[in-house]
């Protein structure tokens, strides 16, 4: 996910979107993957930056609300980025600033609306107390990076360092995401441009994932990670890159296919994916019935895409959809992701490397080809089709 003024309910979630696109928001032997991956060690260099302070203090201010403790915690750059990505998804007329909702908090008035999430941070408080202990002493070197490394092309060296913002509140569909933010008159903001960030927020992970913290860390949060990470350095890729510099295909069919080739990689390597279509997508047609589902959808919405009758905010909807809501309707996310499985088990993880240094529709070229030869496979969109050199 990528922001600026997305909005739930109205247009602007279109903003995120194609912000997402414009951002970003990745077969040898056995000793030339070790090679290869050794390399990308060289080339690519991250740091982590692993910022708590927002989290600990709301955790102290729900046992003592003093006012000493709220103002602490509305200076944390925690907190301001985290109420900068509120502002920017809900309409700004009916939002309460995050002081006034630490002010007027009460537990009890379950009507009342929680734009912040904040009701949600004190009942996930226990859990989510437990899993912050374990995150501030987790290498975050380890699993969560190996995973992205084989996929980062190595043909610009990469130092970045990332900072990860751990919160208990915010948006309430908004688990993690990469962020752009700006310091400006001593106060962070959520920009358009900026400097890149990862925030998470631990209420919504332990609710949705159950009380095992060590599960929560090792598997949620470890594979969360590997996700937004992947779109971290991606996008700091293609900062640097001249393709992307110069090749930008910025309208709405570029930002979809874009959509597909990024988010498609992100939930391919993320959650156990890679490993379950390796085992299980020959035998379950259940998988096989979500892929064709996906395509179908892609197939729909390229169409609606380029239909002259639809306004920029119908397409941008679409767009929003094609990377939001229920894991499976996610179509474009989710094509992407097969179509990433496809790929790598015919040329092998080199293959999906090249597609991030070439771009989307060489990522669809990609795809086109192990289609062509395999024709069970769901085909490309006409319109699609017709956008690729081969
Ligand atoms: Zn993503």
């Not at 992205?148 to 990469?158: A, E, G, K, N």
């Not at 094609?322 to 474009?332: P, V």
Request: charged residues 25%.
């Amino acid at each position: 996910m990528k922001n600026n003024r997305l909005r739930i309910t109205s247009n602007n979630l279109l903003f995120l979107f194609t912000i997402i696109a414009l951002i970003g928001i990745y077969s040898c032997n056995q000793s030339k993957t070790t090679d290869k991956t050794n390399d990308n060690f060289e080339k690519l260099k991250i740091k982590f930056n692993i910022h708590t302070k927002s989290s600990d203090l709301l955790l102290k201010w729900f046992d003592n609300q003093s006012d000493t403790i709220t103002k602490e915690i509305i200076e944390q750059p925690g907190t301001q980025i985290m109420a900068g990505v509120v502002e920017n998804t809900l309409p700004q007329n009916e939002l309460p600033t995050f002081f006034d909702e630490l002010k007027n908090f009460s537990v009890n008035d379950s009507l009342k609306p929680d734009p912040y999430g904040l009701r949600l941070a004190w009942f996930q408080r226990d859990e989510s107390s437990l899993l912050l202990n374990k995150i501030k002493e987790y290498n975050f070197q380890g699993e969560a990076v190996e995973r992205i490394m084989p996929y980062i092309p190595t043909d610009y060296p990469l130092d970045v360092t990332c900072n990860v913002y751990f919160v208990l509140t915010g948006w309430e569909w908004g688990d993690a995401m990469v962020r752009e933010i700006t310091k400006t008159d001593n106060h962070y903001r959520v920009t358009e441009q900026g400097e890149p960030v990862i925030i998470v927020n631990l209420s919504i992970i332990t609710k949705l994932y159950g009380d095992d913290i060590d599960k929560l860390l090792n598997d949620n949060i470890s594979n969360t990670m590997s996700h937004e990470l992947f779109h971290f350095v991606f996008a700091e890729y293609q900062k640097v890159s001249s393709f992307w510099k110069n090749n930008r295909d910025t309208t709405k069919i570029g930002q979809l296919v874009e959509i597909i080739q990024n988010e498609g990689i992100a939930h391919y390597i993320s959650h156990n994916q890679k490993q379950n279509l390796i085992k299980n997508y020959n035998t379950s047609n259940e998988l096989k019935e979500h892929e064709k589902k996906a395509f179908k959808q892609l197939d729909i919405a390229v169409k609606q895409l380029l239909n002259s009758e639809l306004s920029e905010q119908e397409k941008d909807d679409i767009l929003m959809k094609s990377n939001a809501g229920r894991y499976w309707d996610k179509f474009g996310a989710i094509a992407g992701k097969f179509m990433v499985y496809h790929i790598e088990k015919k040329y092998g993880e080199q293959a999906i490397k090249q597609s991030l240094s070439k771009g989307a529709y060489y990522f669809l070229e990609l795809y086109n080809k192990v289609q062509s030869e395999n024709p069970t496979l769901p085909i490309l969109p006409k319109e699609l089709k017709k956008r690729i050199k081969h």
